[in-house]
C-alpha cells in the first residue's frame, strides 16, 4: 500500500525533485507534514531508502529559515477543492501552505537515522534551524508551548474542543475561509495575529510532540544536547503547570491570549501520557481514570478520539468531519508504547489487536468506528500503516502479529 501511494518526480515550477508518500487517492494526494513523518516510521520496517527520501522531501518543501509546511503541493498548486481552505500565501498558485502541522520531525528523523551518521549529519542542521523557528515564531509568550492558529495546524480538524474557540470559523464551516483569508492578509505572522486576534490555541497534542521532538533532538545534536533537553524540560513543565487539570487528570488546550483551559475530553487530552519525564502519578491518572474507563475512552476498538461521555462523541462517519469520536491508529501508536512501558501489556495488547483486527478485515482505512470495528472515510490511508509499528514491539503469540501478516502478505 506505501509503494502504490509513493510519489515521485520534479516540481514543474522549478524543477525541484520530490519523493514522498501520499496519505490517500484521490483524496489527500499532497505530501503533509504529519503523515510524512509517520509514513517514513513505518517505511523502516521494509525500505530505508524511501523513509530518508520521504524527510528529504519534507525538508525540501520548506524554507531557508526553518519552517517547514504543513502541506506541500508538489506535484500541482491546490485547486479550487483545497484552495480557499488551506493557509496558503494567495488563494491560487501555492507550492505549499504557509502554516504548520504538529512538527514531530525529529522524532521521525531519529527512528529512521538510527546508526546512519551519514543521514543524521545531512539533515540536522535544517532541523536545528526548523526546531528554532518554532520557538521564535511560535512561541509568542514565551512559556514554553507553541501556538496554533487554525485547527488543522494540529492535524486534529474538526476535533469538538475547537468548536468553542473557531465558533462559526470553526474548520468543516464556510466561515472558515474567512478565518484562513483574516490571518492570510497578516501574513501569518503569529505575533501580529496574537496581538490583534483571540482565535487561537497551545494545544496539548501539538506540544507534546513538540516536546518529544526535543528530547529527540538532545539525543541527535551532540553539541546542543543539553540545550535541546533543556527547552523540553520547559516544554513539559509549562504543559503541565498550565494545561493540567488535577480535578479530572487530563490536559487541556489554552484558548486565546486569557489562556483559559478547553475543557473539553478529547485523546489530545491524554497525549501526555507519552512523556516519560512527567511524574508517574499524573500518566497512571491517565490510564485509569480514562483509558480503562469503559465510559471514557475503552471501546472495542482503538482509542477513540472523544471520550464516549461528551456530548460531541459521534462513533460514525460525520460527513468528513474527522476527529469527533472515531479511532485512529496514530493515536494508538502514541499512547500504548507508554502503556506498555508502565505495564498496562494485557489493555495495550487488546487495544493494538482490535485496530489489526479491524484493518484485516475493512482494510487500512483512515479511521475506525469505536464500537464497531468498522472502517471508516479514505481507503488505503498511509497513517494507519503504523499498525506495523506497533508489532514490532510486542509478544509474537498475539493475534497482533499474524493479522498484520494477513494485511502485508494478504
Ligand atoms: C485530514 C486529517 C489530518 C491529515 C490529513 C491528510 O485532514 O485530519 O490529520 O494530516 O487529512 O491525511
Redesign the pocket.
Known amino acids: 500500500m506505501l509503494r502504490a501511494n509513493w510519489r515521485e518526480g520534479r516540481r514543474r515550477s522549478d524543477g525541484v525533485r520530490y519523493a514522498f508518500t501520499c496519505?490517500?487517492t484521490p483524496r489527500?494526494r499532497h505530501q503533509?507534514?504529519?503523515?510524512s513523518c509517520f509514513h517514513a516510521i513505518a517505511w523502516t520496517h521494509f525500505d530505508r531508502a524511501r523513509a530518508q527520501a520521504e524527510l528529504r522531501t519534507l525538508v525540501r518543501g520548506g524554507r531557508l529559515d526553518g519552517f517547514i509546511p504543513h502541506t506541500a503541493f508538489w506535484d500541482r498548486p491546490a485547486y479550487w477543492r483545497r484552495a480557499p481552505f488551506y493557509g496558503t500565501h494567495t488563494v491560487f498558485g501555492c507550492s505549499a501552505t504557509s502554516t504548520i502541522?504538529t512538527p514531530l520531525l525529529a522524532l521521525a528523523l531519529e527512528r529512521v537515522a538510527e546508526d546512519d551518521e551519514a543521514f543524521k549529519t545531512e539533515l540536522l542542521p535544517q532541523l536545528r534551524l526548523h526546531y528554532d523557528w518554532l520557538q521564535a515564531e511560535r512561541d509568542v509568550d514565551g512559556d514554553g508551548l507553541i501556538t496554533t492558529i487554525y485547527p488543522?495546524e494540529s492535524?486534529?480538524?474538526?476535533a469538538p474542543k475547537y468548536d468553542r474557540v473557531f465558533g462559526w470559523m470553526r474548520h468543516d464551516s464556510l466561515g472558515h475561509t474567512w478565518l484562513i483569508e483574516r490571518y492570510r492578509r497578516l501574513g501569518y505572522d503569529v505575533r501580529r495575529i496574537v496581538e490583534r486576534y483571540d482565535e487561537h490555541v497551545e494545544d496539548v497534542v501539538v506540544n507534546v510532540f513538540y516536546a518529544l521532538s526535543l528530547r529527540a533532538m538532545s539525543r541527535l545534536d551532540d553539541e546542543r544536547g543539553p540545550d535541546w533537553a533543556e527547552r523540553a524540560r520547559r516544554t513539559e513543565t509549562a504543559l503541565l503547570e498550565r494545561c493540567y487539570d488535577e480535578q479530572t487528570g487530563l490536559f487541556f488546550d489554552l484558548h486565546g491570549r486569557a489562556e483559559r483551559q478547553i475543557r473539553v475530553s478529547t485523546w489530545s487530552s491524554l497525549a501526555p501520557l507519552a512523556l516519560g519525564h512527567l511524574p508517574e502519578q499524573v500518566r497512571r491518572r491517565i490510564v485509569d481514570e480514562h483509558l480503562l474507563d469503559e465510559r471514557r475512552y475503552r471501546a472495542p476498538c482503538g482509542i477513540p478520539s472523544v471520550s464516549r461521555e461528551e456530548p460531541a462523541f459521534k462513533p460514525g462517519f460525520a460527513l468528513w468531519r474527522?476527529?469527533r469520536g472515531p479511532s485512529w491508529v496514530n493515536t494508538a501508536w502514541l499512547l500504548v508504547p507508554a502503556m506498555r512501558e508502565l505495564g498496562y501489556e494485557p489493555e495495550a495488547e487488546r487495544i493494538v489487536d482490535s485496530l489489526a483486527l479491524a484493518a484485516a478485515r475493512d482494510g487500512l482505512r483512515?479511521y475506525y468506528n469505536p464500537l464497531t470495528g468498522r472502517g471508516l472515510a479514505?481507503r488505503d490511508?498511509?497513517?494507519s500503516t503504523l499498525l506495523i509499528d506497533l508489532f514490532a514491539n510486542c509478544g509474537t503469540d498475539t493475534p497482533g502479529p499474524s493479522a498484520a501478516a494477513a494485511i502485508i502478505h494478504p
Not at 503533509?32 to 503523515?35: A, G, R
Not at 492535524?155 to 474538526?158: A, E, P, S, T, W
Open positions: 496519505p490517500a489527500y503533509w507534514y504529519w503523515d502541522q488543522d492535524g486534529l480538524d474538526d474527522c476527529w483512515e479514505a490511508f498511509g497513517m
